[in-house]
């Protein structure tokens, strides 16, 4: 289940919010890229010894293709000091105490204890973590200055250090703050559940906005539902329960291989169509031609339980291109960038375009 190998760290890539990246000489391996979490495992310097789990780069995946540090043995981080009682990845080896919002200890515990009620604010849903650049695009271009929370649970990535957008979203100033729920951890907010992680963004950030998908390194098995993405329609549950405006970005696909993904992906077919109980508002963007003939044909079936709004998407590519370059953020999913699966990024601007108008 884990390739455990030690490594020397050679030197320091780079490092964002959270992470840091380096180059490792793994005896027998040759020198590789790895990841590490400072707030877990201390900060690795040149010539340390690091215990590595090297998994993820032996499978060669895409998204976290990294030899995870998990220890620098010699040189142990100090034990942490102040509140928190909330644990997440729950009896793992790394297994992390942090200081949820929703906790006795915490200051925002009176205010969210009774908490009921998100009064109507919407809560943008996407399957794939790749959908939040773009969504933002999409809202900021049309109300600049929109204040907007992500909501991450745990389908993907667990630490939230290791998006890189996130930490370039928020040095921009194009989000706000990041709420980790459920098994997932790092943000400027943990919460237990979906429904406080919501509450705490409305009530506590003051979002005016929420776009809720998983973390990077999302799970897919080629069956009707073993995905990770199902959580987007109990995300749409979880909104409406507490009184939002879900709104569903749709999975669509000009550019990927996989018959399942082309056009609107069986992911967002099932998430929305089979799993979401509560109506949404699911944005299907009028792509043109023969293709987006057929992305607006294969939505269709989801107007029996939700309600289809049709958005078009004129300079939304000259919109993602700008925000690409002003943000410094790369747009990008599953490899793919604009030019190579343009659909994709304009599906989720335009769901971020109609949740502007919702607005006012």
């Not at 879900?246 to 000009?254: A, K, N, Q, Y």
């Amino acid at each position: 289940m884990i390739r455990w190998r030690k490594g020397t760290v050679e030197n320091v890539r780079r490092e964002w919010p959270g992470a840091v990246e380096l180059d490792v000489t793994i005896e027998d391996d040759g020198t590789r890229r790895a990841l590490a979490y400072p707030a877990l495992v201390g900060r690795p310097e040149p010539g340390d010894t690091v215990l590595l789990n090297t998994t993820a780069l032996a499978m060669g995946l895409g998204t976290g293709g990294y030899a995870m540090v998990v220890a620098v043995p010699d040189r142990l981080p100090p034990d942490p000091a102040g509140p928190g009682h909330l644990v997440k990845a729950r009896y793992t080896p790394l297994q992390a105490t942090v200081l949820g919002a929703d906790e006795q200890d915490s200051p925002h515990h009176d205010l969210l204890r009774d908490a009921d009620s998100l009064d109507g604010m919407p809560v943008v849903v996407a399957d794939l973590h790749s959908a939040l650049p773009p969504v933002l695009a999409g809202l900021l271009a049309a109300r600049p200055g929109t204040r907007v929370v992500y909501v991450m649970p745990d389908g993907g990535a667990l630490p939230a250090w290791f998006s890189m957008s996130i930490a370039q979203l928020k040095e921009a100033g194009a989000l706000a703050a990041t709420v980790t729920v459920g098994q997932a951890f790092g943000g400027d907010l943990e919460t237990v559940t979906v429904h406080t992680g919501l509450l705490a963004a409305r009530l506590v950030l003051d979002a005016e906005v929420v776009v809720l998908a998983q973390g990077p390194g999302n799970l897919g098995t080629g069956t009707r539902w073993g995905f990770s993405g199902v959580s987007a329609g109990e995300a749409v549950n979880a909104a409406a329960v507490l009184g939002g405006r879900p709104v569903g970005s749709l999975r669509v696909s000009e550019g990927d291989l996989r018959p399942r993904h082309v056009g609107v992906s069986h992911h967002s077919l099932t998430a929305y169509g089979r799993v979401a109980l509560a109506r949404a508002q699911i944005v299907v963007p009028e792509l043109g031609g023969h293709f987006g003939t057929e992305v607006a044909a294969q939505a269709a079936p989801l107007g029996d339980r939700h309600e289809l709004v049709p958005v078009g998407v004129a300079g939304l590519a000259e919109e993602l291109a700008a925000a690409e370059k002003e943000w410094g953020v790369r747009m990008s999913t599953m490899g793919r960038r604009l030019d190579a699966d343009l659909a994709y990024f304009l599906t989720a601007a335009a769901a971020g375009r109609h949740t502007a108008s919702l607005l006012g």
